[in-house]
T-cell receptor, first 113, second 111 residues
Framework: KAGVTQTPRYLIKTRGQQVTLSCSPI?????VSWYQQTPGQGLQFLFE???????NKGNFPGRFSGRQFSNSRSEMNVSTLELGDSALYLC????????????FGQGTRLTVV | GENVEQHPSTLSVQEGDSAVIKCTYS??????FPWYKQELGKGPQLIID?????GEKKDQRIAVTLNKTAKHFSLHITETQPEDSAVYFC??????????FGSGTKLNVKP
C-alpha cells in the first residue's frame, strides 16, 4: 500500500507570492491533517479535513487555507508569503474520524526568500 | 488549549541501554497519545500509541505507559540500537486528529 505522498518536496518562493502544496493520502483514508514544523515552534496543527469538510482549524492567520477533494486528496494554500512561513509542511492521513492512527508524508520544504 | 511538555530535549545512551522519554499534558479531555519517530529529512513515523482507557502498551522493544491522574505518559525503549537514533515526539489529542506535539527529544545511541 502506498504511503502518504506530498508534492512538491521542495519549494523556493519570494515574499508576497502564494503557494499551493498537495497531499495524496493513503488509499481508503478520508481524513487529512496539515502541520507546520519549524525549529522554533515545533509541530503545529493547521487544519483537518474529512470527506471534503474542514472539521478543525489551528491558530494560523487566514492566509493559510486548505481544501479536500472527493478523492480525499488535499491541498493547502498560503497567500502573501512571509519569511516566517519558511517551514516543513507535513500532511497526515487517517482512516476514520476521531483519533485513529495518523500517518505522515515526507513533507514539503518551503523556503521563502 | 492543550499544552504538552516533553523531557529531556536530548538523550544520549550506550547501545543496549534503555531510554525513557517523558511527556505531560494539561487537558484531562485528551484521550489519545501517539509517539512518533522522525529521522533526518523524513516525516514523523508512528511507532506506538495509547488510548486513555489503557495504562500500558508494549510492542517488542518499545512500551508506553499512561498515568491519567498525573497527566503524564512515557516512552520506554529497551536494548537500544544505533538505528533508534532519531528525534522522538509525543502528542496528545482529544478529537479529529488534532494533535498537540511535544517539543521533541533527540536520542543518540552510541555504538
Amino acid at each position: 500500500k502506498a504511503g502518504v505522498t506530498q508534492t512538491p518536496r521542495y519549494l523556493i518562493k519570494t515574499r508576497g507570492q502564494q503557494v499551493t502544496l498537495s497531499c495524496s493520502p493513503i488509499s481508503g483514508h478520508r481524513s487529512v491533517s496539515w502541520y507546520q514544523q519549524t525549529p522554533g515552534q515545533g509541530l503545529q496543527f493547521l487544519f483537518e479535513y474529512f470527506s471534503e469538510t474542514q472539521r478543525n482549524k489551528g491558530n494560523f492567520p487566514g492566509r493559510f487555507s486548505g481544501r479536500q477533494f472527493s478523492n480525499s486528496r488535499s491541498e493547502m494554500n498560503v497567500s502573501t508569503l512571509e519569511l516566517g512561513d519558511s517551514a516543513l509542511y507535513l500532511c497526515a492521513s487517517s482512516a476514520q474520524g476521531a483519533n485513529t492512527e495518523a500517518f505522515f508524508g515526507q513533507g514539503t520544504r518551503l523556503t521563502v526568500v | 488549549g492543550e499544552n504538552v511538555e516533553q523531557h529531556p530535549s536530548t538523550l544520549s545512551v550506550q547501545e543496549g541501554d534503555s531510554a525513557v522519554i517523558k511527556c505531560t499534558y494539561s487537558d484531562s479531555a485528551s484521550n489519545y497519545f501517539p509517539w512518533y519517530k522522525q529521522e533526518l529529512g523524513k516525516g514523523p513515523q508512528l511507532i506506538i500509541d495509547i488510548r486513555s482507557n489503557v495504562g500500558e502498551k508494549k510492542d517488542q522493544r518499545i512500551a508506553v505507559t499512561l498515568n491519567k491522574t498525573a497527566k503524564h505518559f512515557s516512552l520506554h525503549i529497551t536494548e537500544t540500537q544505533p538505528e533508534d537514533s532519531a528525534v522522538y515526539f509525543c502528542a496528545a489529542s482529544q478529537d479529529f486528529n488534532k494533535f498537540y506535539f511535544g517539543s521533541g527529544t533527540k536520542l543518540n545511541v552510541k555504538p
